[in-house]
């Protein structure tokens, strides 16, 4: 038997001879010692992989390695990596939990004009709908071990399965809402706050590329036409009698009634004399009167600023 030191003789036959033979005892350990590896037939079978000088040094340690670790999903220049939370068909949620301070994500790219990334994708096997998207959810936890949300982004289908908003919500109280959309468009949304600058030369405003310019034909009286929301209109040159005014048209696709036009006397022309005045809003234009305060007749081609302030009744 082996195992305990004793063995059995056995006596074989061939022929007219006969053959007796003692089989060699084998000592078998099997007393579960870590990192025996030496024997065949040993207590490897309990062999402490985490404990050990880290015998596998291509393998990931999942409860971690001193000095840190590489994960590399392939070879090809196409392969990827995907980690699962769950191999189940219908998974309810999905973690990657790390530790430290900061963490980036980081893409290694040759070219030097190009946008690479990361990409969230929220996968639906049904029809996705408007405010379908991927989100990206922000919580801090402390010793109370309570996962406290404290806000959301997300991109959200709007209108077409490839157009999207951006969207931000902020959680106050433990409720989110939407306060800020951008949508496709361009066109930004602020709701339920205000806007403000604590800059002292920034302040709010229309950036380069919102305004325009035009130039009044035949007389002051003539009407210009500017799709801008803001811009300067230069006047005719034509003679204004003292102590009266004029009045033009200036058609403006981007006005509503409820908008508020601001105008003001820019440059050319003798200083503080004239007041311009922007009146009669309607959708899609407005007029301006301007008067000669002055004792003189004015004939100059006078610069006109006008700024439209979108608002609303409501």
């Known amino acids: 038997m082996l195992g305990d030191g004793t063995a059995d003789a056995t006596t074989y036959l061939a022929g007219d001879q006969s053959y007796k033979t003692t089989p060699t005892a084998v000592s078998v350990d099997d007393a579960p010692v870590n990192g025996e590896t030496t024997h065949a037939i040993s207590s490897n079978w ?7 000088a880290d015998p596998h ?3 990931a ?73 991927a989100q990206i959810t922000f919580q801090a936890r402390d010793d109370s071990g309570a996962n406290n949300t404290l806000g959301r982004m997300s991109f959200d289908r709007n209108g077409a399965d490839n157009t999207g908003d951006f969207v931000v919500r902020p959680v106050n109280a433990g409720s989110g809402t939407e ?70 048209t200036v058609t403006n696709s981007t006005v509503a009634t409820t908008d508020c036009v601001v105008v003001n006397h820019d440059s050319v022309g003798t200083a503080g004399a004239y007041l311009p005045t922007a009146h009669t809003i309607g959708s ?31």
């Open 46 to 52: 309990a062999f402490d992989h985490v404990a050990a």
């Open 57 to 59: 040094t291509g393998y």
């Open 61 to 133: 340690v999942l409860v971690g390695r001193a000095g840190g670790q590489v994960f590399q999903g392939g070879t090809a220049a196409g392969d990827k990596v995907t980690i699962q939370a769950t191999s189940h068909g219908t998974p309810t949620a999905g973690n990657l939990i790390s530790g430290g301070d900061d963490h980036t994500v980081e893409v290694l790219d040759a070219g030097t004009s190009t946008r690479v990334g990361l990409i969230i994708k929220h996968t639906t096997s049904g029809v996705m709908v408007d405010n379908f998207g």
């Open 179 to 248: 306060r800020f959309r951008v949508s496709a468009t361009g066109d930004t949304t602020v709701t339920g706050g205000f806007i403000k600058s604590t800059s002292p030369t920034g302040g709010i405003g229309y950036a380069g590329g919102a305004g325009g310019t035009v130039t009044q034909a035949t007389s002051k009286s003539t009407a210009v036409t500017l799709d801008k929301v803001c811009g300067q209109i230069t006047l005719n040159n034509a003679t204004l009698n003292a102590g009266t005014e004029v009045t033009f």
């Open 284 to 314: 899609g234009s407005f007029q301006i009167t301007v008067s000669n305060l002055s004792a003189s007749n004015l004939g100059e081609a006078i610069v006109l600023n006008f700024v439209v302030i979108k608002a609303v009744a409501t």
